[in-house]
Nanobody, 127 residues
């Protein structure tokens, strides 16, 4: 019923830029927040950034702050992740996630706070 679909992954050299999109759809879909997580091979899933739909507030992991920007398109119910100055350590599968209910405190960083997940899109940054 609820579907999130990421797109825009690919290969890029260090220092380059790449933009991802996450389109949300569903018959009764209503999201409090949408976020991006990433997981590199052999590593734990990592919070990247999140956006609160109602307020537009954004949150970023320290590792991407100043380089990544999350934005929204209300008309198309789409969230974007604009990545610049990419580094090899940014290489991972990037997942879009949506939370149906309010998230408080540090819960914004936790995958358990999110109810829906996309299939992931691969981002590879070479040096």
């Amino acid at each position: 019923q609820v579907q999130l679909r990421e797109s825009g992954g690919g290969f890029v050299q260090a220092g380059g830029s790449l933009s991802l999109s996450c389109a949300a759809s569903g018959r009764t879909f209503s999201s409090y927040a949408q976020g991006w997580f990433r997981q590199a091979p052999g590593k734990e899933r990592e919070f990247v950034t999140a956006l609160i739909w109602r307020s537009g507030s954004t949150y970023y992991a320290d590792s991407v702050k100043g380089r990544f920007v999350i934005s929204r398109d209300n008309a198309e119910n789409t969230v974007y992740l604009k990545m610049t100055n990419l580094k090899p350590e940014d290489t991972a599968v990037y997942y879009c996630a949506a939370a149906a209910r309010e998230i408080t405190g540090w819960g914004i960083h936790g995958g358990e706070s999110y109810d829906y997940w996309g299939q992931g899109t691969q981002v590879t940054v070479s040096s």
